[in-house]
């Protein structure tokens, strides 16, 4: 039986959350079979299996922290169990002629009077010869937090196996039950009474946010911008492109619309993809504009970036928004994805809100909070009422070197390239 080490995983990570055992003890698995997921401070990480075997154990329960070069799980190579094979084949082959003899040399046993004739029992004693009740990790975590006992549950599985609606039911029938003892109550809790409190550690991406948001907005003094922008004419230019490019097997929102926009907007005011140093005394402007999206993925909120945008078409920004938002919702983005943003941008449009105010994502100079764009009424130039696609932004600077002038011009800029959206041919290269 050999111990599987947690693997160094870099970035000088010394610990990781298990998330989910893909696996069982006593399961069989193949060489890079997907063992088990486990969270670190930047992303999630799948582990593989590193050659075929049976799982014998597993050391770290689902929701515990495991250390990195510390044992994971046990397993057993496939060429160990063939020989184990081997070994108890050779003791079931030996002749009826050489049991008789054992058995003729064993004294006859009297049983004791004292010993009461029942059934056969089990002829080891403690929890080597409890029958343990099949069910996942998950399962197991359900169990407990539900104060119950898994052998009293039924399960529904291959094998009797335990799964979470067996378990859901279980519970279910325990509150609908009515009490032996109180049968005045019909089952209901007393008066006052409620369940315990879930408790959830905070961990893996959502711990690293918790503590960046709070060092953002207690040392970047913040300051917020808003604006509408008429995006009628971008809506119905992407209209007109979206065949072009799913014929191409991709995908076109707004967003490379917006960051295309905003690196023509940096060129012109620079200061905005610009970086404090921790000391507060230099401003450092960088050569590329790296674009920052917020993805709200299963693990938490993730801001991977595109690099050099302003040297990208919009077909080129559209593949590498594809490519990220998918990566980040999977939780695997890469670590060269996560580092090296300039400014970043939100679509809480895409989950419905109108308005915010961002926190930066800290050193970046800025970050804009893009609304749900909606049909209202506006005047035109003759005064006549016309319907309008407007989109609400809302902008938040870092006021130790970044004015509302600065800002308001800067976002004029942008403004205008995605209410004329043409004009953005003229930088193309």
Not at 174 to 180: I, Q
Not at 313 to 338: C, M, W
Not at 404 to 421: D, M, Q, V
Request: glycine share 8%.
């Amino acid at each position: 039986m050999s111990d599987f080490l947690l693997p160094d995983i870099g970035e000088g990570i010394v610990e990781c959350e298990v998330v989910e055992w893909r696996v069982a003890e006593g399961d069989a698995i193949e060489e890079d079979q997907p063992i088990v997921e486990v969270m670190t401070d930047k992303a999630l990480v799948e582990i593989t299996a590193p050659e075929a075997g049976t799982v014998t154990k597993l050391y770290v329960p689902q929701g515990k922290i495991a250390k990195v070069h510390a044992p994971l799980y046990a397993y057993q190579g496939a060429e160990e169990g063939a020989e184990k094979v081997v070994e108890e084949s050779s003791e079931n082959t030996r002749s009826p002629a050489s049991d008789a003899a054992d058995i003729s040399k064993t004294p006859p046993s009297t049983p004791s009077p004292s010993v009461e004739q029942s059934a056969p029992q089990c002829p080891m004693e403690g929890p080597a010869c409890a029958v343990k009740t099949p069910a996942s990790p998950a399962v197991r975590r359900l169990v407990r937090e539900h104060r119950l006992v898994l052998a009293d549950i039924a399960g529904s599985g291959k094998d009797g196996r335990v799964l979470k609606e067996d378990v859901l039911a279980h519970v279910k029938s325990s509150h609908t039950a009515p009490s032996d003892t109180a049968p005045h109550t019909q089952g209901k809790p007393a008066a006052g009474q409620s369940g315990p409190a879930r408790v959830e550690p905070l961990r893996g991406v959502r711990a690293v946010m918790a503590r960046r948001m709070v060092e953002a907005a207690t040392t970047i003094p913040h300051f917020h911008y808003g604006e509408e922008v008429d995006v009628t004419e971008l809506l119905a230019l992407r209209e007109r492109l979206k065949p072009r490019v799913e014929a191409l097997g991709e995908r076109l929102t707004l967003m490379p619309f917006f960051m295309k926009a905003l690196a023509l907007a940096v060129a012109e005011h620079p200061i905005l993809n610009a970086q404090l140093n921790a000391e507060g005394d230099e401003l450092h402007y960088f050569a590329q504009c790296n674009i920052g999206m917020a993805v709200d993925s299963k693990a938490g909120l993730l801001v991977p970036n595109v690099k050099a945008v302003e040297q990208l078409s919009l077909l080129d920004i559209a593949r590498q928004v594809s490519r990220l938002t998918q990566a980040a919702r999977e939780g695997r983005v890469d670590q060269a994805d996560l580092k090296g943003g300039t400014i970043s941008i939100s679509n809480i449009g895409a989950l419905g809100g109108t308005y915010a105010a961002p926190i930066i994502n800290a050193p970046e100079a800025a970050i804009v909070a893009i609304g749900k764009t909606q049909w209202l009424p506006r005047f035109d130039a003759e005064g006549a009422v016309q319907r309008r696609a407007i989109m609400t932004v809302t902008w938040a600077g870092d006021h130790r070197f970044i004015d509302g002038g600065t800002i308001a011009r800067f976002c004029n800029h942008w403004k205008a390239s995605l209410e004329a959206p043409e004009t953005m041919l003229l930088h193309l290269a």
